[in-house]
């Protein structure tokens, strides 16, 4: 069983509009509004792919459509309740250009309080657990060093624990020991201390992320495919080009589909192969920026891997 904890859920709206004209007014059409969230995200890949998981998730006002959206697809769900209202983020697609704008509400405040709540359900939602995955950014209100208290917890637990996030959150997470980290490029030169502007080579950019004390690396690297590094062994997969829609959700296809590999038995090379294609598979997408499956097979003879020496 995979626990993901999703501290700030969202709804997400798609909308359409042919060209976006700031101050004007459009008619939009209207997609369907789904579940969203990093952590609610990797649950869905997860049960896509066939494997159980149970969605952790901090939610206010609006939480029940959000559990019978996921029951209806057998994601079983553990709310802890805040106050507030759960967020709704607007993704603004324009067709003419295929440029999407993305107007994301920040959600509710928790307090401390809330996370020992939060606390309180991990502790008991890790009994049988064998990774918990922490993804997404921090609520409004919450300590930076967040993900490392929760972290602690669920290793003390006897559970691993993978981390998706971004900013300080990530750079003070990141010090914990971790099963699996899936920084992109930008996060990881972030994590790595390299000052705003710089570029180093994926290659330099590795061996500083090799300091850490994470057992599956995944390095995304959005159309240019990703590095995935576990023990000593290193993985680079391109991707093949395709018509690009919606990229949100791509790096949690990555991550969900490359955990569920080490549940299924696949091993670095095929994990790496088919995380790759689910990211690309996600992309190509318009609506909820998530992989199926039989997407990612489809593109899986066009994804290019190479095994590295390290
Ligand atoms: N333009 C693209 N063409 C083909 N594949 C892509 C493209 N962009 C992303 N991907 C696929 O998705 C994967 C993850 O992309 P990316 O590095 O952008 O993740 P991310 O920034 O973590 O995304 P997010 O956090 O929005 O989910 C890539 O490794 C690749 O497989
Ligand atoms: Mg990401």
């Known amino acids: 069983m995979i626990v993901t904890v999703t501290l700030n859920p969202a709804f997400d709206k798609p909308l359409s509009v042919d060209r976006l004209q700031p101050g004007g007014l459009h ?3 209207v997609g369907p509004i789904v579940p969203s969230g990093k952590g609610i995200n990797v649950s869905r890949v997860l049960r896509r792919w066939g494997v159980a998981t149970k969605a952790v998730i901090m939610a206010g006002e609006g939480q029940t459509a959000l559990v019978r959206s996921l029951t209806a697809e057998e994601i079983p769900c553990r709310v802890v309740p805040v106050a507030g209202q759960v967020r709704m983020n607007i993704k603004l697609f324009e067709t003419a250009s295929g440029r999407m704008t993305e107007l ?6 928790v307090e401390e309080a809330d996370v020992q709540q939060l606390e309180n359900a991990l502790t008991e939602e890790c009994v049988g657990a064998r990774l918990v ?8 209100g919450a300590a930076p060093d967040l993900y490392s208290r929760l972290l602690n917890l669920v290793t003390r637990l006897g559970c ?5 996030t971004s900013g300080p959150a990530l750079r003070l997470a990141a010090q914990e020991r971790l099963y699996a980290l899936k920084p992109n490029y930008r996060e990881a030169l972030e994590l790595c201390g390299y000052p705003v502007g710089a570029t180093p080579s994926v290659v ?9 004390d994470v057992e599956h690396l995944i390095l995304t690297l959005g159309g240019d495919g990703a ?3 576990a023990g000593s062994q290193l993985v680079r997969t391109i991707p093949p080009q395709v018509k690009v829609g919606n990229t949100a959700g791509a790096g949690d296809s990555v991550l969900a589909t490359y955990l569920a590999g080490l549940e299924l038995g696949w091993s670095l090379a095929e994990r790496a192969a088919k995380a790759t294609a689910a990211g690309t598979a996600a ?26 020496a390290y």
């Open 27 to 29: 008619r939009v059409d």
């Open 104 to 109: 994301n509400e920040p959600g509710p405040l």
């Open 133 to 140: 995955v922490f993804a997404g950014s921090l609520p409004v």
């Open 160 to 164: 691993k624990a993978a981390l998706d």
């Open 204 to 212: 330099e950019l590795l061996s500083s992320l090799a300091k850490l």
């Open 227 to 229: 590095y995935f590094f």
């Open 283 to 308: 992309v190509q997408g318009l609506g909820t920026g998530l992989c199926t499956p039989e997407a990612a097979e489809a593109l899986l003879p066009r994804v290019t891997t190479q095994i590295l």
